[in-house]
């Protein structure tokens, strides 16, 4: 088969996460056999799995979490009886996309920034003295220890790493790419708490990754079930009103969640439901919750089913009945939900828009619901057909990448596996864009018109100038385009490259160029 | 006063995600106090990246040719801005007052005509050699600068080279320990890369080029700034720099080399004349050497700034009011241990037949012949370390003599 760099960079860029630099021949690979690159990821489901050394289950975190939250506790009491103690941990650094930053984005921000924790000391009043320059005395980075990460913080980190090393290091970033779809699509916001924060990347991989190729069904139960969207969406607050505990106690029915469900995860606004729908789906799903620190109703930080919480007595929901049957009634629900002609088009619509169109084109949209609808929700056929539409290669290159789609690719062509998150976790804060932190339970934009902003093209070139004075000096930039785009580069982005005054300059300009940010 | 702060991220590089080279931490090196004469002496090398157009900052008036082929932004000793006569032939460019005291002091030096001895066009290739210091573009490791000070011998009480920037120049790179240092304020996405960003958007991508500009603007409109370059702040900057590594360089035990490099000097179009671009940049590194002179207080006795850059420039303007990729071009001299006031150069003149491939300034000068005199006066290597370690295979290059007091 002739090569075809063009199709190559559809494979590599509109469904993976970019061409790798170094060695890899990610761009010859995928020009001989542009579909089948694609698709060799969709052969191997238990390859989506994360698995990694200090990784834990959310039940063994949510553990860990109570504990800390505890240790703090009595630190704070301590230090209120006035015994001396440790300083109560710190917030975390990285906790939330910092406003002032965004907004006061100097260079040299961006420098700090980069170089991560070790930079985040401040020099005292502005000035390290030549004194410091002397043979024999302790590097300055050394002087001013900087305050130990807690285990929230820790985890967190060490989640985001697993992650963005996964990024880097999969062959096309399909499978990466579904998953990054599906885990916005069901997102939780790790601003929520220090549960939220705690559970982040055990959510994705408990709950989304084990069926990216699997049954959308399943993976709905995976999500609604998981402690990290109970807590998200305040659900292990709702009470059934006619329940013991509702009863006992003057709370009761939280809709959050039966909302969200409903408008967010499967029929989507305008998806035939109505209000008496969303509250019959939130006393549906009332008890479903996660056992607290005690213990009480499970192992602390697992899913369970509280009884005395649960509404009882059946429910009408979108015409139907469901008898009283705890659990298993709202699980009845929430299969019935998934596989709802507006589910599918609901996600058909929202998958070909991450895909291929800001705009997605209608007959696309329609053949994917058709499969949806024929397959179950067969995500792995519903990737498939995707894969095998004309559609999908045909349509210009518009779509824009995300930050953290423009940070991955940018590593990987970089051939740079990170061994800390840092520099990641602070330009996604930067760009607007916080790892595992999006705004609302609608989750992160998807269309250039959120990413294509003046504040964010001009952050990303800080950024990519950042990247280019530190790694520049190192690449040869003809090369890395060579890796990223051989001859399906624009005549003018090579010149562009070829012309750059220097290598830093180069590198900056080839990681802004439209093969880059656009797919 | 010291407004230079200690750049955090070059001393905990190991920590870092995209860290480049690794980075020796703090080292004793070689003691090159004189005992013979007290002298201690200093060196700063500053690479000029993008290509200094050599004539128009130090202008052959006195060529009949120069002034029709460099056309519109050629120097004249006369009108608004008349450029400074360095001799009867050449003159300074009027932005450089500073660079021209020093040399009516005698303490600059101007070498013209001269190259490394890469031949072609390219930034990425002639930038190596001219930091690597081989005789061709490869990707070596290692440059000139560093291998000199590996070649220095032992001493004691003296700390390493000094890498000036958010990372080490080749120049410096290799196996003698560098310490880094940056001022804070040192601009990462700057204007000249924005606008070929820009320019490059315009042709394949009108939506980023829109979105782009505007995100520029606004920059520009909240640092109550236009869209115009901004001479002020690279010129601030280039100063900024020079300020915080004299004033290591001038501690009595800081370090005795040091390098930086300044980007911006690729002037493809409107490249301006006695005022313009290269006259605010040519501003800039004036200041530069003040800086260094005053930072360096008497220890600027001692010491040699030499500037060079990767190539020269056509001698014919092009349609844009710019200068294209050449060839010859100038190295600078400045620094109280220059023997200056003079402008060095075997002069090939601008004839057409004169020129290198009818473009260029034919070079006449092997610019390691220049550095290998410097480093030799300053630090007495010899004529064999020089041709085969600092500058490998360069014996026929031979070093130049006279250069410092």
Redesign the interface.
């Given at each position: 088969m002739a090569r075809d760099s063009q199709a190559a960079l559809v494979a590599l860029n509109r469904f993976g996460l970019g061409a790798r630099g170094g060695a890899s021949g990610d761009l010859v690979n995928a020009a001989s056999d542009p579909r089948g690159f694609v698709k060799a990821e969709l052969a191997r489901p238990y390859g989506v799995l994360l698995e990694a050394p200090g990784l834990q289950s959310t039940p063994q975190l949510g553990q860990a979490a109570f504990a800390y939250q505890d240790q703090v506790k009595q630190a704070r009491e301590a230090a209120k009886a006035g015994a001396p103690t440790e300083a109560p941990p710190q917030a975390p650094a990285d906790q939330k996309p910092d406003t002032k930053l965004r907004r006061n984005l100097?260079?040299?921000t961006?420098?700090?920034e980069?170089?991560?924790?070790?930079?985040e000391?401040k020099?005292t009043d502005?000035?390290?003295?030549?004194?410091?320059?002397?043979?024999?005395?302790a590097?300055?980075?050394a002087a001013k220890p900087a305050q130990p990460l807690n285990v929230i913080q820790k985890t967190f980190r060490t989640e985001a790493l697993a992650r963005l090393q996964r990024a880097m290091m999969v062959d096309c970033g399909f499978t990466e790419r579904l998953v990054a779809f599906w885990s916005n699509h069901f997102c939780i916001s790790a601003s929520k708490g220090e549960l939220a924060r705690m559970w982040a990347g055990a959510f994705e991989r408990e709950a989304i990754r084990p069926h990216v190729l699997g049954r959308f069904a399943d993976m709905l139960k995976a999500v609604e079930q998981h402690p990290a969207m109970l807590f998200f969406l305040d659900n292990q607050q709702s009470l059934g009103p006619d329940s013991r505990a509702g009863q006992n106690r003057k709370r009761g029915l939280n809709e959050n969640l039966a909302r969200e469900i409903m408008e967010l995860h499967t029929l989507g606004v305008g998806g035939g439901y109505t209000q008496e729908d969303v509250t019959s789906l939130a006393r549906i799903i009332t008890g479903w919750t996660f056992a607290g620190r005690k213990g009480q109703i499970g192992l602390p930080g697992s899913f369970a089913f509280n009884a005395n919480a649960h509404q009882p007595g059946p429910q009408v929901l979108l015409g139907k009945t469901y008898e009283a049957n705890g659990l298993a009634q709202g699980e009845a629900a929430l299969a019935d939900i998934a596989r709802h002609p507006s589910t599918a088009n609901f996600v058909a619509t929202k998958f070909v828009r991450h895909f291929v169109a800001d705009d997605p084109p209608p007959a696309l949209v329609a053949r994917m619901r058709d499969v949806f609808v024929k397959t179950d929700g067969d995500l792995k056929a519903l990737a498939t057909a995707l894969v095998d539409s004309d559609e999908a290669w045909k349509a210009p290159l518009t779509k824009m990448r995300s930050p953290y789609d423009f940070l991955v690719a940018s590593g990987r062509l970089l051939a740079?596996v990170?061994?800390?998150?840092?520099?990641?976790l602070n330009s996604l804060n930067l760009l607007g864009q916080p790892l595992w932190t999006p705004a609302g339970p609608n989750g992160f934009p998807d269309t250039?018109a959120a990413w294509?902003?003046?504040?964010?093209?001009?952050?990303r070139?800080?950024i990519?100038?950042?990247?280019?004075?530190?790694?520049?000096?190192?690449i040869?930039?003809l090369d890395l385009l060579e890796f990223a785009a051989g001859d399906a580069a624009?005549p003018?982005?090579r010149r562009?490259i070829?012309?750059?005054?220097?290598?830093?300059?180069?590198l900056?300009?080839l990681l802004?160029?439209?093969e880059i940010?656009?797919r | 006063m010291i407004d230079c702060v200690e750049n955090r991220l070059l001393t905990s590089r190991r920590g870092l995600l995209l860290g480049g080279a690794s980075f020796a931490a703090w080292a004793y090196l070689p003691k090159f106090a004189r005992a013979a004469d007290g002298r201690d002496p200093r060196l700063v090398v500053v690479i000029l990246r993008g290509a200094l157009d050599g004539l128009a900052t130090v202008a052959p008036v006195g060529d009949p040719d120069y002034a029709g082929l460099h056309g519109s932004i050629a120097l004249a000793t006369d009108g608004a801005h008349p450029a400074t006569r360095l001799d009867g032939f050449f003159a300074l460019h009027p932005a450089m007052p500073e660079f021209a005291r020093m040399y009516r002091d005698q303490h600059a030096a101007v070498i013209h005509a001269v190259a490394t001895p890469y031949r072609d066009r390219s930034h990425f290739d002639g930038q190596d050699v001219l930091e690597s210091g081989y005789a061709g573009p490869g990707r070596v490791q290692s440059g000139w600068l560093n291998r000199a000070l590996e070649a220095l011998p032992r001493g004691e009480r003296v700390s390493s080279g000094l890498a000036v920037g958010p990372t080490t120049p080749l120049v410096l790179r290799g196996n003698a320990p560098t310490v880094g240092w940056a001022p804070v304020a040192l601009p990462q996405a700057d204007d000249d890369t924005a606008m070929r960003l820009v320019d490059l958007y315009r042709h394949r991508d009108p939506a980023l080029a829109a979105a782009l500009t505007q995100g520029l603007q606004l920059e520009k409109a909240a640092s109550g700034d236009d869209m115009k370059p901004k001479p002020g702040n690279a010129v601030a900057q280039m100063r900024q720099v020079a300020r915080g590594a004299a004033k290591l360089m001038a501690a009595d035990d800081g370090p005795r080399i040091a390098a930086l490099a300044f980007d911006g000097w690729d002037t493809h179009a409107n490249e301006g004349g006695p005022v313009g671009r290269l006259a605010f940049l040519l501003g800039g590194l004036d200041g530069a050497l003040a800086e260094f002179e005053s930072g360096l207080g008497e220890r600027w006795r001692d010491t040699a700034v030499v500037v060079a850059t990767e190539f020269g420039r056509t001698a014919r303007i092009n349609g844009t009011d710019g200068t294209d990729h050449g060839t010859g071009t100038i190295a600078l001299l400045a620094g109280g241990a220059v023997k200056g006031g003079r402008v060095i150069s075997d002069w090939p003149g601008l004839k057409p037949a004169n020129l290198y491939e009818g473009r260029d300034l034919k070079p006449t000068t092997d610019l390691r012949s220049v550095i290998k005199g410097v480093l030799q006066g300053q630090f007495g290597l010899s004529d064999q370390v020089l041709a085969q370690t600092v500058f490998p295979d360069s014996a026929a290059a031979r070093p130049m003599k006279g250069l410092v007091a």
């Open positions: 100097s260079l040299n961006v420098t700090a980069i170089a991560g924790p070790m930079a000391a020099p502005g000035a390290m003295k030549p004194d410091g320059m002397q043979p024999g005395a590097p300055p980075a740079r990170p061994e800390d998150p840092g520099f990641y250039a294509a902003a003046p504040e964010g093209m001009k952050l070139l800080d990519a100038s950042q990247m280019g004075a530190r790694l520049g000096p190192n040869d930039p624009s003018e982005t562009t070829e012309r750059a005054e220097s290598r830093q300059q180069a900056a300009l802004m160029s439209p940010q656009r | -």
